[in-house]
């Protein structure tokens, strides 16, 4: 059963401290989101990448945040230094989109989520 | 404004009741449409997508009125069960990037 696998799921740290997220997308989905969830702001998209490249990352701060896909079988996302304000639920999402396909029915899967908590 | 707007609710409803959700969109170029649920805690999980001729799976229906750039849908015979949070996403355009609205709570009581 393909699932999208996200490290770790639930993730306690301090203030100042660096924290990477990890996600294994499904095998042979081409394209990655990382979204951010809060109460207060529902599900923000903060990057995507298509077949490893990132696409548009407008939604995520950039003096603090960085997300990366060294292989295709790995997306990172990384906070540092973190701040309480970056306390919320990280999902990971992959998808599969043909070239040249409008992309009426393209599904994306997501992963269980990081609970991020910054103290 | 936002991208994608719903009304956050929650909808209390009796079961077997029909309840509908609209949400809007902002930009007329949007591509593709979908409803997603999310359980307490889960993650979201694809419902169905939004067709231009409306579409129906069991229960559910879904409609896109283009004109008005809005989306409904649309529960029959309410279930414990579906007592969710429903958001509705939208493409767009260009590179199937997949905006979420807030979502709408429907508790279903028995």
């Known amino acids: 059963d393909a699932r999208v696998t996200q490290t770790p799921r639930d993730k306690v740290t301090e203030m100042g401290q660096e924290v990477t997220m990890r996600c294994q997308p499904i095998?042979?989905?081409?394209?990655v989101f990382w979204y951010r969830q809060t109460m207060m702001q529902g599900l923000e998209l903060l990057a995507y990448f298509r077949n490893r490249a990132p696409l548009d990352d407008s939604g995520m701060p950039k003096d603090r945040f960085s997300a990366e896909m060294p292989d295709a079988t790995l997306a990172t996302l990384k906070i540092q230094p973190s701040e309480p304000r970056d306390s919320a639920v990280y999902f990971c999402?992959?998808?599969?989109?043909?070239?040249?396909?409008?992309?009426?029915?393209?599904?994306?899967?997501f992963g269980q989520g990081t609970r991020l908590t910054v103290v | 404004r936002k991208e994608v707007e719903q009304d956050p609710g929650p909808f209390n409803v009796p079961e077997g009741a029909t309840v509908a959700f609209n949400c809007t969109y902002s930009?007329?170029?949007?591509?593709?449409f979908f409803w997603y649920r999310q359980d307490c805690r889960k993650e979201p999980k694809l419902l169905m997508s939004?067709?231009?001729s409306g579409n129906e799976d069991g229960r559910f229906t879904a409609q896109l009125n283009r004109a008005s750039q809005y989306i409904s849908l649309l529960i029959r015979d309410s279930k414990l069960s579906d007592s969710a949070t429903y958001l509705c996403?939208?493409?767009?355009?260009?590179?199937?990037?997949?905006?979420f609205g807030a979502g709408t709570r429907l508790a279903v009581h028995p």
């Open positions: 939004v067709y231009s």
């Open positions: 996403v939208v493409n767009p355009g260009g590179y199937n990037k997949l905006i």
């Open positions: 930009n007329s170029a949007s591509q593709s």
């Open positions: 095998l042979g989905h081409n394209t």
């Open positions: 999402a992959s998808s599969n989109r043909a070239r040249g396909v409008v992309p009426m029915n393209t599904e994306a899967f």
